[in-house]
């Protein structure tokens, strides 16, 4: 659904098929890329447009949308930082959307616009961190199918660089191993406390390689232990890339349950966090006033809602009521206005959600 159409586009479109309908999603990073290049895409894209038009419309039908379309490429922002854009044409409606979501090309022709066909043409990316843990160094790493980018992170690489922060009382311990052991505690919360940050500019799957009772202690200290996908237990300390990325393989392997496993664990932790929006009611308020970090929802999942008194409140939808111009679909409006705002949609096989009413929406924080 389109939302905040005047009502004299409400009452053709719902009186008469205004077709046809364009999608154009692409990707779009101006910054990083040659604008004449750009350009040349675009125009490429337009062109293909307009020929499978012409296949399937009379020239009537085809005349305004291109008209549309052309103008709005002519007009683009090629100052944004954004990295994909989706453009909507028919005869009565024109958008552009700038969007922080990495997206495949993808071109629809059809009678309607689609919002959930944006979400479906994301770049199924699979990146993940791996936290390398052993009782005297840290090591965190950005990895993918194909490779392993060491993060400079803001956390101690050494035991020995928490020394000078041990207390008075701690430096003079008799018991050599107590020592070890308050140390060692420090070091890992200084490791958690960084690793803070970089769950919040990464917030993807966590995983942790480290002696068991390395790991264990850890998860036990940290304030993201709900964030650890898993943990592969051993000694990785001095251990190369390529047996790093070897030993981690059969816990990314299926990435799809990888991928569920952390959505859930990101809204249980935002639930502890009181910043989860549950339900397709607070999911839609929270969507208008602009805080939606992440939407999670099932697919297929949909529901007809009634507008309340103010734009941040729906209510279930009334079948004998008369209003003909109902929200017919209040989830692609959530969808839309998350996207629009610089937020991010992963859909989840249905079922998955059932303990969230299908639908939640993480907030930031």
Request: with cysteine; proline share 4%; charged share 25%.
């Given at each position: 659904?389109?939302?905040?159409?005047?009502?004299?586009?409400?009452?053709?479109?719902?009186?008469?098929?205004?077709?046809?309908?364009v999608?154009?999603?692409?990707?779009?990073?101006p910054?990083?890329?040659?604008?004449?290049?750009?350009?040349?895409?675009?125009?490429?894209?337009a062109?293909?447009?307009?020929?499978?038009?012409m296949?399937?419309?009379?020239?009537?039908k085809v005349?305004?949308?291109?008209?549309?379309l052309?103008?709005?490429?002519?007009?683009?922002?090629?100052t944004t930082?954004?990295?994909?854009?989706a453009?909507f044409?028919?005869?009565?409606?024109?958008?552009?959307?700038?969007?922080?979501?990495?997206v495949?090309?993808?071109?629809?022709?059809?009678?309607?616009?689609?919002?959930?066909?944006?979400v479906?043409?994301?770049?199924?990316?699979?990146?993940?961190?791996?936290?390398?843990?052993s009782?005297?160094r840290s090591?965190l790493?950005?990895?993918?199918?194909?490779?392993?980018?060491?993060?400079?992170?803001?956390?101690?690489?050494?035991?020995?660089?928490?020394?000078?922060?041990?207390?008075e009382?701690?430096?003079?311990?008799?018991?050599?191993?107590?020592?070890k052991?308050?140390?060692?505690?420090?070091?890992?919360?200084n490791?958690?406390?960084?690793?803070r940050i970089?769950?919040?500019?990464?917030?993807l799957p966590?995983?942790?390689?480290?002696?068991e009772k390395?790991?264990?202690?850890?998860?036990q200290?940290?304030?993201?232990?709900?964030?650890?996908?898993?943990n592969?237990?051993?000694?990785?300390e001095?251990?190369s890339m390529?047996?790093?990325?070897?030993?981690?393989?059969?816990?990314?392997a299926?990435?799809?349950?990888?991928?569920?496993?952390?959505?859930?664990?990101?809204?249980d932790?935002?639930?502890?966090?009181?910043?989860?929006?549950?339900?397709i009611?607070?999911?839609?308020?929270?969507?208008?006033?602009k805080?939606?970090r992440?939407?999670v929802?099932?697919?297929?999942?949909?529901?007809?809602a009634?507008p309340?008194?103010?734009?941040?409140?729906?209510?279930?939808?009334?079948?004998?009521s008369v209003?003909?111009?109902?929200?017919?679909?209040?989830?692609?409006?959530?969808?839309?206005?998350?996207?629009?705002?610089?937020?991010?949609?992963?859909?989840?096989?249905?079922?998955?959600?059932?303990?969230?009413?299908?639908?939640?929406?993480?907030?930031?924080?």
């Amino acid at each position: 659904m389109i939302k905040n159409l005047a009502n004299s586009e409400k009452e053709i479109l719902e009186a008469v098929k205004y077709f046809p309908c364009v999608s154009i999603i692409l990707p779009f990073e101006p910054k990083m890329t040659i604008k004449k290049e750009l350009e040349y895409r675009l125009q490429r894209v337009a062109d293909q447009v307009e020929k499978d038009l012409m296949n399937n419309y009379v020239d009537e039908k085809v005349e305004p949308v291109m008209s549309k379309l052309r103008g709005l490429i002519k007009n683009l922002d090629f100052t944004t930082y954004k990295l994909s854009i989706a453009i909507f044409v028919s005869p009565v409606i024109e958008k552009v959307y700038y969007l922080d979501i990495p997206v495949e090309e993808k071109v629809i022709i059809d009678e309607s616009f689609e919002i959930r066909d944006l979400v479906y043409s994301k770049k199924e990316l699979h990146k993940y961190l791996v936290l390398v843990l052993s009782s005297d160094r840290s090591l965190l790493f950005l990895g993918n199918t194909t490779q392993f980018i060491r993060l400079a992170a803001n956390t101690p690489e050494h035991f020995a660089d928490c020394r000078h922060d041990a207390p008075e009382r701690v430096a003079n311990f008799s018991d050599p191993s107590h020592y070890k052991e308050v140390m060692l505690d420090k070091f890992l919360h200084n490791v958690d406390n960084g690793l803070r940050i970089i769950l919040n500019a990464y917030p993807l799957p966590l995983f942790v390689m480290a002696p068991e009772k390395i790991a264990g202690r850890f998860k036990q200290l940290s304030h993201h232990g709900s964030r650890i996908a898993g943990n592969v237990h051993g000694n990785f300390e001095g251990s190369s890339m390529a047996d790093i990325s070897k030993a981690i393989a059969p816990l990314v392997a299926d990435w799809k349950k990888v991928k569920e496993d952390d959505l859930l664990l990101r809204l249980d932790a935002a639930r502890g966090a009181g910043k989860l929006a549950i339900g397709i009611q607070k999911a839609w308020k929270e969507a208008t006033q602009k805080g939606g970090r992440l939407l999670v929802l099932e697919k297929n999942y949909m529901c007809a809602a009634d507008p309340g008194e103010n734009e941040s409140v729906i209510v279930p939808h009334d079948e004998n009521s008369v209003n003909p111009f109902y929200i017919k679909d209040a989830v692609d409006d959530v969808i839309e206005m998350v996207l629009k705002n610089g937020g991010d949609v992963e859909f989840v096989d249905e079922g998955i959600l059932n303990d969230y009413c299908h639908i939640a929406l993480i907030q930031y924080y």
